[in-house]
DNA sequence: ATACTTGCAAAAGATTTGCCGCATG
DNA sequence: CATGCGGCAAATCTTTTGCAAGTAT
């Protein structure tokens, strides 16, 4: 069983055969494509069908939505048209995109967090989410 | 002649009837309609048409785009599904959007300035661009 | 004359939804 | 039985584009 399959039973979110397949294939992203796969939805519907080619891109729509209001994974809106997608983790990142070919770098960095929250907190917020991306292009050695 | 209609005859962007009205609302916006402004093309749309009914949405659409790419406006994309634009400003900013009234505080830090490029830096990648977005709910005193 | 602009309506791309049959508790 | 789910196609929303006519250089 997948682990987003576990967290689905977590939070009561009912499991239909098209969920679990989504789910195991969302659970598989990086593993069997890289650390650096976020795929957005028809890139989903393509996986998915290779294991029931039945499940329409309306399913896949439906359940990205569902899973990403219940916090089980993220939707990110980089520079383009379209959402993607990858798994929620325990520890919050940020993304560099690569501007010449997409290629998605993930990045950790505890003092921009808490400079964050110190910037809301001035400003008589609280911070509630917040979306950090860096655009850049390789430097050559 | 409005701020941005100047900064098109710097670059050499041509200014149609047109583009001046629009150039003028876009100049207007924060002026008008405080510094929270930042329509969208739908917005723009109203505001340019109450000076001229007849330029249609289209040449908002193609516009903003050609402003964009100038880099004259900047343009947006908030967790909704369109795209927000204010004028260029000589201090980058980065904003803070409240999430119970889609109110947007624009902010200036050097030192996450600073903590972005390093961050891009020590990834091996020259900062080009990047987009900071706090999201928050208001501290009730 | 040549190249750029615009308005209109149609097209495109991403996402949502109505309907209805089907599955599940 | 009652509610929720999924497939399909149609609808929606934002943005882009082809075309023909108009404008500027």
């Given at each position: 069983m997948s682990k987003i399959e576990d967290k689905c039973k977590e939070k009561g979110v009912r499991l239909t055969d098209q969920r679990k397949v989504i789910a195991k294939v969302m659970s598989e992203s990086k593993m069997t494509y890289g650390s650096k796969d976020h795929p957005d939805v028809d890139e989903l519907h393509k996986r998915v069908s290779l294991v029931?080619?039945?499940?329409?891109i309306a399913t896949v729509y439906r359940t990205v939505k569902l899973l990403e209001e219940s916090g089980i994974i993220e939707r990110h809106d980089f520079k383009e048209g379209k959402s993607r997608y990858e798994p929620s983790t325990d520890e919050h990142h940020d993304h560099l995109i690569d501007?010449?070919?997409g290629e998605i770098i993930e990045f950790v960095d505890k003092e921009i967090e808490e400079l964050q929250n110190k910037i809301a907190t001035k400003l008589g917020y609280k911070l509630v989410d917040h979306k950090l991306e860096l655009y850049g292009s390789k430097i050559k050695k």
């Open positions: 029931d080619k039945k499940i329409s501007i010449n070919n």
